[in-house]
């Protein structure tokens, strides 16, 4: 598994029934085709399933995430107080972040 697919796994578990594909391209730095062949490989996989007309992950997927640590990642970061807020514009990448996550490199 990669880490660009463990990234969308943590994006659907995060965003539920509010997520948006294009939000997902630009956050990855990916083009759209990259990104429809990753969610290919993840509905192949069972971690991703389409119901009720939109796009849920699974137990599966749920599980993968847990395995490899990231149950407790999120692209949402929170305020100095403590207060949480879907603060998806204020994320902070490290420098060439994208540029790795692109390449596979990370």
């Known amino acids: 598994m ?9 994006y659907f578990k995060e965003h539920e029934d509010d997520y948006d594909l294009a939000e997902l391209r630009e956050l990855l730095g990916l083009g759209a085709v990259k990104l429809q062949d990753l969610l290919n490989a993840l509905f192949e996989l069972e971690m991703l399933v389409y119901e009720d007309h939109g796009v849920q992950i699974t137990d ?12 407790d ?34």
């Open 73 to 106: 990642w999120s692209f949402c970061s929170y305020l100095d107080s403590g207060d949480e807020e879907s603060c998806i514009e204020r994320v902070y990448y490290p420098s060439r972040f994208l540029r790795l996550v692109r390449t596979g490199k990370m």
């Open 2 to 10: 990669s880490f660009q697919e463990l990234l969308i796994l943590s």
């Open 60 to 71: 599966k997927g749920l599980t993968c995430i847990t395995a490899n640590n990231m149950e």
